[in-house]
T-cell receptor, first 115, second 110 residues
Framework: NAGVTQTPKFRVLKTGQSMTLLCAQDMNHEYMYWYRQDPGMGLRLIHYSVGEGTTAKGEVPDGYNVSRLKKQNFLLGLESAAPSQTSVYFC??????????????FGEGSRLTVL | EDKVVQSPLSLVVHEGDTVTLNCSYEVTNFRSLLWYKQEKKAPTFLFMLTSSGIEKKSGRLSSILDKKELFSILNITATQTGDSAVYLCAVGATGNQFYFGTGTSLTVIP
């Protein structure tokens, strides 16, 4: 009964390094999202996907790339990390964005620090 | 610009008190309003409201939506220390977008 799983949970990077965050869900959800959470800013949408092979930009996409090669996985990549990308990253998924199963299910978060 | 505003930003109460958290929104193509509780890790789902004036209730928590005035409230009665958390309000809109407020931090003192 894993739900939404994110790896890694913690990471420290140097400016300019690259890394990938992995999100996996076992609920057969179509929609997946990557958010970042910063103090005083709430949750902001980075990218999202409405199905396997699709991705779209959210509110704050710059500096990030994503891929959804398999329905259950949604990857968030940082090609050249910057200190401004220090944040807690949350992956979420849902069956349908609206309607009776519209609630978002969240992973436990990945804390990323860029020095 | 779509936005969700929560108030107050933080709140400290004593066990047994009743609290009311507020969420107002300006979101085009509104579809739903959701409340989440966030302790140290992942936000956990509390309520989803889509119809105006219908109260959702779960134990000591209840919530109601006013689509005319564009706001929702979350009530917690007989608060307990386990209610200490950040409460997030999110508005779902067409186009698969969810807009989150900055949250209300609730601290319940024994």
């Amino acid at each position: 009964n894993a739900g939404v799983t994110q790896t890694p949970k913690f990471r420290v990077l140097k400016t300019g390094q690259s890394m990938t965050l992995l999100c996996a869900q076992d609920m057969n959800h179509e929609y997946m999202y990557w958010y970042r959470q910063d103090p005083g800013m709430g949750l902001r949408l980075i990218h999202y996907s409405v199905g396997e092979g699709t991705t779209a930009k959210g509110e704050v996409p710059d500096g990030y790339n994503v891929s959804r090669l398999k329905k259950q996985n949604f990857l968030l990549g940082l090609e050249s990390a910057a200190p401004s990308q220090t944040s807690v990253y949350f992956c979420a998924s849902n069956l349908r964005p609206q309607g009776r199963s519209g609630e978002l299910f969240f992973g436990e978060g990945s804390r990323l620090t860029v020095l | 610009e779509d936005k969700v505003v929560q108030s107050p930003l933080s709140l400290v109460v004593h066990e047994g008190d009743t609290v009311t958290l507020n969420c107002s929104y300006e979101v085009t193509n509104f579809r739903s309003l959701l409340w989440y509780k966030q302790e140290k890790k992942a936000p956990t789902f509390l309520f989803m409201l889509t119809s105006s004036g219908i109260e959702k209730k779960s134990g000591r928590l209840s919530s109601i939506l006013d689509k005319k005035e564009l706001f929702s409230i979350l009530n917690i009665t007989a608060t307990q220390t386990g209610d200490s958390a950040v409460y997030l309000c999110a508005v779902g809109a067409t186009g698969n977008q969810f807009y989150f407020g900055t949250g209300t931090s609730l601290t319940v003192i024994p």
